[in-house]
T-cell receptor
Framework: AQSVTQLGSHVSVSEGALVLLRCNYSSSVPPYLFWYVQYPNQGLQLLLKYTSAATLVKGINDFEAEFKKSETSFHLTKPSAHMSDAAEYFCAVRGDSNYQLIWGAGTKLIIKP | GAVVSQHPSRVICKSGTSVKIECRSLDFQATTMFWYRQFPKQSLMLMATSNEGSKATYEQGVEKDKFLINHASLTLSTLTVTSAHPEDSSFYIC?????????????FGPGTRLTVL
């Protein structure tokens, strides 16, 4: 069985500062891991995904995430926050059956001017 | 890129009425679609898996007679909320699974905001 834990329901950073959103997973099989972003009243947009290739994955809008098997982590980072990055971010792992996605609780990213 | 649409984007209805939400994959065929429900400030809750040509698979605790799912074609799945009540008010999101070129990915619709008065 798989599960996902996102540390911090809210993360606040200043514009231009480093963004770090934490995600830890558990999985009995090699995981496929995803980060999605959701803007207010909108659906989800895929930021990036790990599918057992390179451990450092680059996504859209300068986001990247590193898969660390020893730490069972897949933290999302961005070097310099922009006001437009304010949104809800969800980490997910693909489930064993039926290709379902198992979701973290989400982290709301707040950008301070 | 793959596009998934939902219609309507927003609906307000009276208690006791039924509401149908459509999910369409616009440029690919999807044998599997997923329906999620999202409460304010919470994560997505999988309601059911919709399979083209067969019955949907519902998650534990989701009433199949309340939330009717029909996957009539490879590009269309519908969710009907029957006899809606105010507690059914929520944001409903669908996703469609695309298998192509060795990749297996879900693409999400923009969501439907349901408000039951």
């Amino acid at each position: 069985a798989q599960s996902v834990t996102q540390l911090g329901s809210h993360v606040s950073v200043s514009e231009g500062a480093l963004v770090l959103l934490r995600c830890n997973y558990s999985s009995s099989v090699p995981p496929y891991l995803f980060w999605y972003v959701q803007y207010p009243n909108q659906g989800l947009q895929l930021l990036l995904k790990y599918t057992s290739a390179a451990t450092l994955v680059k996504g859209i809008n300068d986001f990247e995430a590193e898969f660390k098997k020893s730490e069972t982590s897949f933290h999302l980072t961005k070097p310099s926050a922009h006001m437009s990055d304010a949104a809800e971010y969800f980490c997910a792992v693909r489930g064993d059956s039926n290709y379902q996605l198992i979701w973290g609780a989400g982290t709301k990213l707040i950008i301070k001017p | 890129g793959a596009v998934v649409s939902q219609h309507p984007s927003r609906v307000i209805c009276k208690s006791g009425t039924s509401v149908k939400i459509e999910c369409r994959s616009l440029d690919f065929q999807a044998t599997t679609m997923f329906w999620y429900r999202q409460f304010p400030k919470q994560s997505l809750m999988l309601m059911a898996t919709s399979n083209e040509g067969s019955k949907a698979t519902y998650e534990q605790g989701v009433e199949k007679d309340k939330f009717l799912i029909n996957h009539a074609s490879l590009t269309l799945s519908t969710l009907t909320v029957t006899s809606a009540h105010p507690e059914d008010s929520s944001f409903y999101i669908c996703s469609a699974r695309r298998l192509a070129g060795g990749s297996d990915e879900q693409f999400f619709g923009p969501g439907t905001r349901l408000t039951v008065l």
